[in-house]
Structures are given as structure tokens and as C-alpha cells.
């Protein structure tokens, strides 16, 4: 599949070299498919002010290229590329497979516009085939495993691995994405949860969907 994350990531890059102002910031997320949009983005990178960081692996990889990392406190940022577990048709996402969907939500919000890149096998019917990662505060993850089995799920916890921000990461299969968007207010507003892994209420505004001999623009409807 590496072929065709390169196509997704390429045809992200070709359109904010086309749709954006030069010096802008990017957000730029965590992932597989956005390592081969940072290896190509530095490539031009002269063209552009920086990116925000999702991770601290981002961060290393956009510093290591040459292309300097900002706050996102501290600047503006019309256009975010990120990758995905899963899309559907409504780019309504599952994301934070790598553990940073906390960072990764706060700057699809921010942004004017998210860019989602994946590769043909992310994309679905409907969400839900692959585990939801939930990011939780340490104490609350009892409670949050039991609330989540209320609702059908069957959470594990993401043995011997913390986030950037020292918090475990549960795992949830089993739950019901009929309304993506009712189930990602319902777990977040579960006392103890940080995130959950659901954009629903933040969908991705463009998909570049990446096969191996090219790729396909699907936008919102």
C-alpha cells in the first residue's frame, strides 16, 4: 500500500501548492501516509512558512527535513493534511491509531481546511471496522471501560504505551456507528475521557484516496 499513500500524499501536496498562499503554516498530523507527505513537502519547503505538529514523531520528522515547527498557539493555520483509520463517504473519520487523536482534533478544528489523505483500504461503508482509540486520564480508566461496555463496546487497554501527554490509550471495539456523530459526544463527555478517535462533528473537508495507479478527490457533500 505505500505506493498508494505516496499518491494520496502527493495529490495533498499538489493542491495546496495550487489552493494556498505560500508562507502559510500547515498542520501537518501523525501517521504513516504523512510521513510521505513531510519526506515530499520538504522538498519545497522554501515555499512554506512551517508546520504545526501533531506528535512528538512529527515534530522529529518535519526538524530533521529542514522545515520549522510552530505552536499552534502562535499562529494561524487555513489548511491541515492528516491521515485516517477509516473514511466514509461522508469523510467522517476514525483516527488516532498512533495515539495523538488529541492534538490531531484540536487542529482539524482550528484549521480552515482538513485534508484527509488515505489509501483505498481506509476507505468504508461505515465506521467502525477498525478499534476506536480513546485517550483517557489515568485514574478514569476503570470507569471508562465500564461506561463503554454500557454502551456494547469491548475496550482493552493499549498495553505499556502512554501519549505525548502521559495518558493511556483504550482500544473499543464492538460499538454501534449508526450516528457517528451522537456516539463521539457520548464518549466524549464521559468524565475521565481526553478524546476519542471519532470526527463526525469535525469531518475532513477534502479526501485524497490513494491507489496504485493514482488517486481519487472526494470532497464533503
Known amino acids: 500500500m505505500s505506493k498508494a499513500k505516496q499518491q494520496a500524499a502527493r495529490a495533498a501536496l499538489n493542491a495546496i501548492r495550487e489552493r494556498f ?8 498530523g501523525t501517521g504513516s501516509t504523512v510521513e510521505f507527505f513531510i519526506d515530499l513537502l520538504a522538498e519545497h519547503k522554501g515555499e512554506f512558512a512551517g508546520g504545526t505538529a501533531t506528535s512528538v514523531a512529527t515534530a522529529l520528522r518535519l526538524k530533521e527535513r529542514g522545515i520549522p515547527v510552530f505552536d499552534l498557539n502562535d499562529v494561524a493555520v487555513k489548511v491541515y493534511i492528516d491521515g485516517a483509520d477509516e473514511s466514509d463517504s461522508q469523510l467522517r473519520l476514525i483516527k488516532g491509531g498512533h495515539g495523538a487523536l488529541t492534538l490531531e482534533k484540536i487542529n482539524a478544528a482550528a484549521a480552515e481546511t482538513f485534508i ?9 461503508d461505515q465506521l467502525g471496522k477498525t478499534p476506536l482509540p480513546v485517550e483517557v486520564i489515568a485514574q478514569s480508566r476503570t470507569h471508562v471501560c465500564r461506561q463503554l461496555e454500557k454502551m456494547g463496546g469491548q475496550p482493552s487497554l493499549e498495553e505499556g ?7 493511556p490509550l483504550l482500544r473499543v471495539s464492538g460499538l454501534d456507528f449508526t450516528d457517528p456523530a451522537t456516539l463521539e459526544s457520548q464518549i466524549n463527555d464521559m468524565a475521565g ?3 476519542c478517535g471519532i470526527f463526525a462533528h469535525r469531518p475532513a473537508d477534502i479526501l485524497y484516496l490513494g491507489h496504485e495507479e493514482g488517486c481519487r478527490e472526494i470532497t464533503s457533500p
Open 193 to 195: 475521557v481526553v478524546c
Open 116 to 124: 484527509c489523505i488515505v489509501d483505498e483500504s481506509k476507505f468504508v
Open 161 to 167: 504505551f502512554l501519549t505525548d501527554h502521559g495518558n
Open 21 to 28: 498562499h505560500p508562507n502559510e503554516v500547515i498542520g501537518i
